[in-house]
């Protein structure tokens, strides 16, 4: 069995397509199938089901390509370990956030690591802060940068907290509460709402706020775009609780403080048993401490990648 064997069935698996795996892997369709064939003859057993439409899985090809990314996800660390006894940070660097993030720059620190460490494949995944953890524990991401209630913190991996920020209301700039200068959750129970799927991290936060304080409320609209959710809200379709210093980047919007506003908490999280060499370094390019039970700088980390406004501080939490 080899990891080229491997590599070609995740492709075929990830692609169901024969041509188009070994388009990805830069072989021939010949070679590929020839090689999964001879994976199969070892394996005593058919790992795809092959028609004139379509490629799948078979049971045993669904048990074996865990076990296959594992094993090609070692051997590509090991590389990057070894190159990294020698001085040299290479292999991948898989970033996850969510849309909201605010604490840091991302596309400035990103770019900053692709220039120090030109040998990494760096890639970046948007999703929901439950999603981000899960994904940090089985090793999909390296590193993620998550918005959680002050009531949540992450479970399962290293974390820093990195700011705290309090949710203001955001409505069309011709709401009738657009002139207010401060409004409270009761005043807000009223209004239609545009937020975040159920059941986020993000979605929580205003949830839990309003159920707190003894209210209901209808969001109508749900959507996983932070972007396009303030879009929705400009056209006056309803209001919404974003994050103060994410925000500041909007236009076409109007922002009102809430004086019982629920707080929102960020953090930089990372596996505590399989960093990579990649995220060590970027973690250190942040500054942000990543050896277990150490404490942040509250002003360490480096001003070109905090973002204005929003206070950083990074104390640990385990």
Known sequence: MELQQMRYVVAVAETNN??????????????????????????????????????????????????????????????????????????????????????????????????????????????????????????????????????????????????????????????????????????????????LPAKTAGRAQSDQAFSAAGLTRDVAFEVTNADFLARLVGQGLGVALLPSAYVRQLTGVTTIEVADAPDRVEYVIWSPISRTPAATAFLALLDIPAVPGAQGDRQGMPGAFRSQGVPVDLRRRR
């Open 18 to 195: 024969f041509t188009r795996a070994a388009e990805r892997c830069l072989v021939v369709q010949s070679a590929l199938s020839h090689q999964i064939r001879r994976l199969e003859k070892e394996l005593g057993t058919r790992l795809f089901e092959r028609t004139s439409r379509r490629v799948r899985l078979t049971p045993a090809g669904a048990a074996f390509l865990p076990a296959a990314r594992q094993c090609l996800e070692a051997a590509e660390r090991a590389a990057a370990e070894v190159a990294a006894a020698v001085g040299e940070v290479r292999g991948r660097l898989a970033v996850g956030l969510i849309p909201t993030v605010a604490a840091v720059d991302i596309p400035g620190a990103l770019r900053e690591f692709r220039q120090r460490y030109p040998d990494v494949r760096v890639s970046l995944s948007v999703g929901a802060s439950d999603e981000l953890v899960e994904q940090v524990k089985e090793g999909a991401i390296e590193v993620a940068f998550l918005g959680l209630p002050t009531t949540a913190r992450p479970q399962g991996v290293d974390a820093v907290e990195l700011a705290r920020d309090r949710l203001v209301a955001v409505v069309a700039p011709n709401h009738p509460l657009a002139k207010e200068s401060t409004v409270d959750l009761r005043r807000l129970s009223s209004e239609v709402f545009v937020d």
